[in-house]
């Protein structure tokens, strides 16, 4: 598994303008730009969009043996070895074998039928479960402005 450190940013997507900041997530090669009304990927040949309503986000929490440096809003739930021996303690055979922390994080998924697939881990615990709060209100105004009838 490749990991790379990113951090969440508003602003104005790539070639788009705007009077608003919106969201933006680095993932990869693509740039997720969280729009008012749809969810928009840039990468550096195209750009897509997914509706907010067939945009599935799914969290789940998860435990990570840490190897670099444990962001200071993590929650550390144990630690092991670099090298565990088959009873769990240190393997002795390696003479640099320090301790590393267990941190607990949570996995957001992001996917869609059009394709999109991401999968983003945060060491905040809660920032999943208010992401898809903020998923539900936006889809759930949405639905409000298609349904009121015309006067």
């Known amino acids: 598994m ?3 450190q990113v951090g969440l940013t508003t ?20 740039v997720l730009a969280f729009m008012p009304d749809r969810l928009l990927v840039f990468d550096s040949a195209a750009v897509g969009a997914v509706r907010y309503s067939d945009l599935t986000l799914d969290v789940a929490e998860s435990q ?16 092991t070895w670099r090298y565990v021996n088959k009873k769990g303690g240190p393997d002795r055979r390696f003479k640099d074998n320090r301790e590393t922390p267990i ?20 060491s905040r615990r809660g920032a999943g479960s208010a992401m898809s709060a903020a998923l539900s209100s936006i889809r759930d105004l949405r639905t409000d402005e298609i349904s009121v009838p015309a006067v």
């Open 2 to 4: 490749k990991r790379r």
């Open 11 to 30: 602003g104005a997507p790539p070639f788009v303008k705007t009077n608003v900041e919106v969201p933006l997530v680095p993932v990869g090669r693509q």
């Open 64 to 79: 990570f043996v840490e190897d670099e440096a444990v962001p200071q809003d993590a929650t550390v739930v144990g630690k």
């Open 103 to 122: 941190c607990a994080y949570e996995q957001i998924r992001l996917s869609s039928t059009t394709g999109l697939n991401e999968v983003i881990q945060v």
